[in-house]
Protein backbone atom coordinates (compact mmCIF):
# COMPACT_ATOMS: atom_id res chain seq x y z
CA UNK A 1 0.00 0.00 0.00
CA UNK A 2 1.25 3.29 -0.72
CA UNK A 3 0.95 5.95 1.60
CA UNK A 4 0.96 9.75 0.65
CA UNK A 5 0.65 12.57 3.00
CA UNK A 6 0.45 15.22 1.30
CA UNK A 7 -1.71 15.47 -1.64
CA UNK A 8 0.44 17.70 -3.72
CA UNK A 9 2.84 14.54 -4.03
CA UNK A 10 -0.05 12.03 -5.04
CA UNK A 11 0.45 10.79 -8.17
CA UNK A 12 -2.76 11.28 -10.01
CA UNK A 13 -4.38 8.09 -11.10
CA UNK A 14 -7.24 8.78 -13.42
CA UNK A 15 -9.31 5.28 -13.02
CA UNK A 16 -9.19 5.59 -9.19
CA UNK A 17 -12.18 3.77 -7.27
CA UNK A 18 -11.73 5.41 -3.94
CA UNK A 19 -13.69 5.91 -0.55
CA UNK A 20 -13.52 8.50 1.90
CA UNK A 21 -13.87 9.04 5.60
CA UNK A 22 -11.94 9.12 9.31
CA UNK A 23 -12.03 5.00 9.80
CA UNK A 24 -11.07 5.30 13.23
CA UNK A 25 -11.23 1.87 14.40
CA UNK A 26 -11.44 0.14 11.00
CA UNK A 27 -14.55 -1.58 12.70
CA UNK A 28 -17.51 -3.80 11.09
CA UNK A 29 -19.36 -0.95 9.78
CA UNK A 30 -16.27 0.31 7.95
CA UNK A 31 -15.10 -2.96 7.08
CA UNK A 32 -18.26 -2.98 4.94
CA UNK A 33 -17.77 -0.42 2.89
CA UNK A 34 -13.92 -1.46 2.28
CA UNK A 35 -14.85 -4.92 1.01
CA UNK A 36 -17.26 -3.36 -1.24
CA UNK A 37 -14.56 -0.80 -2.65
CA UNK A 38 -12.28 -3.55 -3.14
CA UNK A 39 -14.87 -5.78 -5.27
CA UNK A 40 -15.57 -2.57 -7.39
CA UNK A 41 -11.51 -2.12 -7.87
CA UNK A 42 -11.32 -5.64 -9.37
CA UNK A 43 -14.36 -5.07 -11.39
CA UNK A 44 -13.26 -2.32 -13.32
CA UNK A 45 -9.56 -2.50 -13.25
CA UNK A 46 -8.87 0.10 -10.89
CA UNK A 47 -6.57 1.06 -8.01
CA UNK A 48 -8.25 1.45 -5.16
CA UNK A 49 -7.77 4.88 -2.96
CA UNK A 50 -8.70 5.60 1.02
CA UNK A 51 -8.65 8.95 1.81
CA UNK A 52 -8.54 9.90 5.27
CA UNK A 53 -7.88 12.60 7.82
CA UNK A 54 -5.40 13.64 10.69
CA UNK A 55 -5.45 14.42 13.25
CA UNK A 56 -9.56 13.61 13.58
CA UNK A 57 -12.01 16.39 12.69
CA UNK A 58 -13.76 16.75 15.63
CA UNK A 59 -9.97 17.68 17.56
CA UNK A 60 -10.21 20.39 15.44
CA UNK A 61 -13.94 21.29 15.17
CA UNK A 62 -15.30 20.09 18.19
CA UNK A 63 -18.03 17.66 18.18
CA UNK A 64 -21.61 19.03 17.39
CA UNK A 65 -24.26 20.55 19.94
CA UNK A 66 -25.95 17.45 18.97
CA UNK A 67 -23.20 14.53 18.79
CA UNK A 68 -23.72 12.22 21.69
CA UNK A 69 -20.01 12.36 22.49
CA UNK A 70 -19.35 15.85 24.36
CA UNK A 71 -16.44 14.75 26.25
CA UNK A 72 -12.90 14.68 25.23
CA UNK A 73 -12.56 12.70 22.11
CA UNK A 74 -10.37 9.20 22.38
CA UNK A 75 -8.78 7.22 19.57
CA UNK A 76 -9.50 3.61 18.70
CA UNK A 77 -6.71 3.72 16.53
CA UNK A 78 -3.43 5.56 16.06
CA UNK A 79 -2.54 6.47 13.03
CA UNK A 80 0.06 4.05 12.34
CA UNK A 81 -2.74 1.52 13.44
CA UNK A 82 -5.01 2.26 11.00
CA UNK A 83 -2.27 2.68 8.29
CA UNK A 84 -1.97 -1.31 9.58
CA UNK A 85 -5.60 -2.39 9.14
CA UNK A 86 -5.70 -0.56 5.35
CA UNK A 87 -2.86 -2.23 4.51
CA UNK A 88 -3.91 -5.78 5.77
CA UNK A 89 -6.97 -5.17 3.94
CA UNK A 90 -5.17 -4.81 0.29
CA UNK A 91 -5.97 -1.21 -0.33
CA UNK A 92 -3.53 0.11 -3.25
CA UNK A 93 -3.37 4.06 -1.65
CA UNK A 94 -4.11 5.81 1.17
CA UNK A 95 -4.23 9.55 1.35
CA UNK A 96 -3.66 10.88 4.41
CA UNK A 97 -4.94 14.34 4.26
CA UNK A 98 -3.89 17.18 7.14
CA UNK A 99 -7.07 18.08 8.69
CA UNK A 100 -6.96 22.12 9.28
CA UNK A 101 -9.91 24.53 9.96
CA UNK A 102 -8.74 25.76 6.80
CA UNK A 103 -9.00 22.93 4.99
CA UNK A 104 -12.96 22.32 6.95
CA UNK A 105 -13.71 25.88 5.17
CA UNK A 106 -13.36 23.93 2.06
CA UNK A 107 -17.13 23.22 0.47
CA UNK A 108 -18.07 20.14 -0.83
CA UNK A 109 -17.48 21.21 -4.16
CA UNK A 110 -13.85 22.50 -3.50
CA UNK A 111 -13.36 19.34 -2.23
CA UNK A 112 -14.49 16.91 -5.00
CA UNK A 113 -12.59 19.11 -7.46
CA UNK A 114 -9.42 19.62 -5.73
CA UNK A 115 -8.91 16.34 -4.47
CA UNK A 116 -11.32 13.83 -6.23
CA UNK A 117 -10.55 14.92 -9.14
CA UNK A 118 -7.68 17.02 -9.34
CA UNK A 119 -5.94 14.98 -7.10
CA UNK A 120 -6.73 11.77 -7.42
CA UNK A 121 -8.74 11.11 -10.22
CA UNK A 122 -11.71 9.67 -9.06
CA UNK A 123 -13.81 7.44 -11.21
CA UNK A 124 -16.01 5.80 -8.80
CA UNK A 125 -16.44 6.43 -5.64
CA UNK A 126 -18.07 4.04 -2.47
CA UNK A 127 -19.36 6.06 0.15
CA UNK A 128 -21.44 5.13 3.32
CA UNK A 129 -25.00 6.38 3.33
CA UNK A 130 -24.26 8.79 6.23
CA UNK A 131 -20.79 10.21 4.86
CA UNK A 132 -21.00 13.56 4.39
CA UNK A 133 -18.19 16.32 3.46
CA UNK A 134 -17.07 20.04 2.75
CA UNK A 135 -17.83 23.41 4.91
CA UNK A 136 -20.69 22.09 7.40
CA UNK A 137 -20.82 18.80 6.04
CA UNK A 138 -23.44 20.40 3.38
CA UNK A 139 -22.09 17.55 0.90
CA UNK A 140 -23.48 14.10 0.41
CA UNK A 141 -24.59 11.20 -1.67
CA UNK A 142 -27.73 13.24 -3.32
CA UNK A 143 -25.66 16.28 -3.90
CA UNK A 144 -22.74 13.90 -6.04
CA UNK A 145 -25.63 11.46 -7.41
CA UNK A 146 -26.86 14.77 -8.99
CA UNK A 147 -23.91 15.84 -10.51
CA UNK A 148 -22.04 12.37 -11.03
CA UNK A 149 -22.38 13.33 -15.17
CA UNK A 150 -20.50 17.07 -14.74
CA UNK A 151 -17.72 15.12 -12.75
CA UNK A 152 -17.62 11.77 -15.11
CA UNK A 153 -17.74 9.97 -11.95
CA UNK A 154 -19.81 7.06 -10.83
CA UNK A 155 -21.15 6.79 -7.55
CA UNK A 156 -22.20 3.91 -5.07
CA UNK A 157 -23.48 4.38 -1.53
CA UNK A 158 -23.52 1.43 1.27
CA UNK A 159 -26.77 1.29 1.79
CA UNK A 160 -28.32 2.23 5.12
CA UNK A 161 -29.32 -1.17 5.86
CA UNK A 162 -25.95 -3.36 5.16
CA UNK A 163 -24.07 -1.07 7.46
CA UNK A 164 -26.58 -0.80 10.23
CA UNK A 165 -27.09 -4.66 9.68
CA UNK A 166 -23.76 -5.22 11.75
CA UNK A 167 -24.87 -2.90 14.71
CA UNK A 168 -21.31 -1.40 14.95
CA UNK A 169 -20.36 2.48 15.47
CA UNK A 170 -16.63 3.99 16.72
CA UNK A 171 -19.17 5.27 19.88
CA UNK A 172 -20.23 2.07 20.73
CA UNK A 173 -17.03 0.46 20.59
CA UNK A 174 -15.47 3.09 22.71
CA UNK A 175 -17.91 3.21 25.46
CA UNK A 176 -17.37 -0.58 25.64
CA UNK A 177 -13.76 0.12 26.24
CA UNK A 178 -14.58 2.43 28.79
CA UNK A 179 -16.82 0.26 30.76
CA UNK A 180 -14.03 -2.58 30.28
CA UNK A 181 -16.17 -4.75 27.87
CA UNK A 182 -13.61 -6.03 25.91
CA UNK A 183 -15.72 -8.95 24.11
CA UNK A 184 -18.05 -6.49 22.62
CA UNK A 185 -15.97 -3.97 21.39
CA UNK A 186 -13.62 -6.91 19.93
CA UNK A 187 -17.12 -8.37 18.24
CA UNK A 188 -17.79 -4.79 16.77
CA UNK A 189 -14.56 -4.49 15.40
CA UNK A 190 -13.92 -7.52 13.87
CA UNK A 191 -10.74 -8.32 15.56
CA UNK A 192 -8.94 -7.84 19.50
CA UNK A 193 -8.51 -4.03 20.24
CA UNK A 194 -4.59 -3.10 20.28
CA UNK A 195 -2.56 -0.93 22.28
CA UNK A 196 1.05 -0.46 21.12
CA UNK A 197 3.69 1.34 23.35
CA UNK A 198 7.11 1.73 24.71
CA UNK A 199 8.14 -0.06 27.58
CA UNK A 200 9.67 2.43 30.00
CA UNK A 201 10.93 1.24 33.59
CA UNK A 202 8.06 1.68 36.37
CA UNK A 203 9.15 0.79 39.88
CA UNK A 204 9.86 -3.29 39.01
CA UNK A 205 7.66 -4.30 42.34
CA UNK A 206 6.80 -7.07 40.22
CA UNK A 207 10.06 -8.92 39.56
CA UNK A 208 10.60 -8.97 43.17
CA UNK A 209 7.44 -11.41 44.20
CA UNK A 210 7.74 -13.17 40.41
CA UNK A 211 5.89 -11.74 38.28
CA UNK A 212 7.76 -9.06 36.42
CA UNK A 213 5.65 -6.96 34.14
CA UNK A 214 6.35 -4.32 31.21
CA UNK A 215 5.14 -0.90 32.02
CA UNK A 216 3.82 -0.09 28.28
CA UNK A 217 3.80 3.92 27.66
CA UNK A 218 1.79 4.79 24.31
CA UNK A 219 2.91 7.89 22.31
CA UNK A 220 -0.34 8.79 21.09
CA UNK A 221 -2.30 10.64 24.45
CA UNK A 222 -5.37 10.36 22.77
CA UNK A 223 -5.76 6.33 22.28
CA UNK A 224 -8.42 4.84 24.45
CA UNK A 225 -7.60 3.34 27.39
CA UNK A 226 -9.84 0.37 28.39
CA UNK A 227 -11.72 0.64 31.84
CA UNK A 228 -8.75 -0.13 34.84
CA UNK A 229 -9.03 -3.88 35.78
CA UNK A 230 -6.94 -7.10 34.70
CA UNK A 231 -7.13 -8.49 31.27
CA UNK A 232 -6.22 -11.55 29.10
CA UNK A 233 -4.17 -10.34 26.44
CA UNK A 234 -1.31 -11.66 23.79
CA UNK A 235 1.84 -9.60 23.69
CA UNK A 236 3.65 -9.40 20.47
CA UNK A 237 7.37 -7.64 20.70
CA UNK A 238 9.09 -5.79 18.45
CA UNK A 239 11.10 -9.43 17.22
CA UNK A 240 7.44 -10.04 16.42
CA UNK A 241 7.32 -13.56 19.01
CA UNK A 242 3.64 -13.30 20.67
CA UNK A 243 3.25 -14.39 24.23
CA UNK A 244 0.03 -15.27 26.31
CA UNK A 245 0.08 -12.42 28.82
CA UNK A 246 -2.13 -11.06 31.60
CA UNK A 247 -2.21 -6.81 31.73
CA UNK A 248 -3.13 -4.94 34.84
CA UNK A 249 -4.80 -0.44 34.36
CA UNK A 250 -4.54 1.09 36.86
CA UNK A 251 -3.22 2.90 40.39
CA UNK A 252 -1.90 -0.12 41.69
CA UNK A 253 -3.60 0.28 45.44
CA UNK A 254 -1.94 -2.79 47.07
CA UNK A 255 1.61 -0.88 46.55
CA UNK A 256 0.62 2.89 47.47
CA UNK A 257 -1.40 5.52 47.22
CA UNK A 258 -2.08 8.38 44.85
CA UNK A 259 0.13 6.52 41.87
CA UNK A 260 -0.20 6.98 38.29
CA UNK A 261 -2.07 5.37 36.50
CA UNK A 262 -0.21 2.81 34.80
CA UNK A 263 -0.64 -0.30 32.06
CA UNK A 264 1.62 -3.17 32.55
CA UNK A 265 1.79 -6.49 30.96
CA UNK A 266 2.96 -10.29 32.32
CA UNK A 267 4.25 -12.05 29.40
CA UNK A 268 3.13 -15.55 30.60
CA UNK A 269 6.35 -18.10 29.57
CA UNK A 270 8.76 -15.39 28.22
CA UNK A 271 12.09 -13.98 29.62
CA UNK A 272 13.92 -11.34 28.48
CA UNK A 273 15.04 -7.45 28.18
CA UNK A 274 11.86 -5.13 26.86
CA UNK A 275 12.87 -2.11 28.17
CA UNK A 276 12.50 0.58 25.60
CA UNK A 277 11.11 -1.49 23.08
CA UNK A 278 7.51 -1.57 21.48
CA UNK A 279 5.52 -4.01 22.29
CA UNK A 280 1.82 -4.31 21.61
CA UNK A 281 -1.08 -5.77 22.77
CA UNK A 282 -4.19 -7.59 21.95
CA UNK A 283 -7.05 -7.24 24.59
CA UNK A 284 -9.04 -10.89 24.88
CA UNK A 285 -11.10 -10.48 27.63
CA UNK A 286 -11.77 -9.05 31.33
CA UNK A 287 -10.78 -11.09 34.37
CA UNK A 288 -11.77 -9.01 37.09
CA UNK A 289 -11.10 -5.61 38.28
CA UNK A 290 -8.72 -3.47 39.81
CA UNK A 291 -8.34 -4.44 43.91
CA UNK A 292 -6.46 -3.56 46.90
CA UNK A 293 -5.23 -6.73 48.57
CA UNK A 294 -3.55 -7.32 52.33
CA UNK A 295 -0.49 -7.61 51.45
CA UNK A 296 2.01 -8.67 48.77
CA UNK A 297 1.61 -12.35 49.67
CA UNK A 298 -2.14 -12.06 48.61
CA UNK A 299 -1.56 -10.20 45.75
CA UNK A 300 0.80 -12.63 44.32
CA UNK A 301 -1.44 -15.46 45.47
CA UNK A 302 -4.13 -13.83 43.01
CA UNK A 303 -1.64 -12.92 40.00
CA UNK A 304 -1.41 -17.18 40.37
CA UNK A 305 -4.93 -17.23 39.54
CA UNK A 306 -4.88 -14.25 37.53
CA UNK A 307 -2.35 -16.45 35.43
CA UNK A 308 -4.13 -19.17 35.46
CA UNK A 309 -7.61 -17.60 34.35
CA UNK A 310 -5.47 -15.99 31.10
CA UNK A 311 -4.09 -18.83 29.98
CA UNK A 312 -7.56 -20.79 29.64
CA UNK A 313 -9.05 -17.57 28.10
CA UNK A 314 -6.21 -17.92 25.59
CA UNK A 315 -6.40 -21.09 24.69
Known sequence: MHVVRDPAQFPYLGNAVVTSGTFDGVHLGHQKILHRLLKVGQQHGGPTVV???????????????????????????????????????????????????????????????????????????????DHRFGKNREGGFDYLHQHADRYGMRVEEIPREDVDAVGVSSTRIRRALESGDVATANRYLGYAYPFTGI????????????????????????????????????????????????????????????LAETVEAHLLDFDGDLYDQLLTVEFVARLRDEQKFNGLDALKAQLALDAEAARQQLG
Open 51 to 129: ITFWPHPRLVLGPPPSHPELLELRLLNTLAERETKLRDFGIDYLLIIPFTKEFASWTSEEFIQKILLDTVGTQRLVIGY
Open 199 to 258: VVKGQQLGRTIGYPTANIQCSEPLKLIPARGVYAVRATTAAGTTHPAMLNIGIRPTVGGN
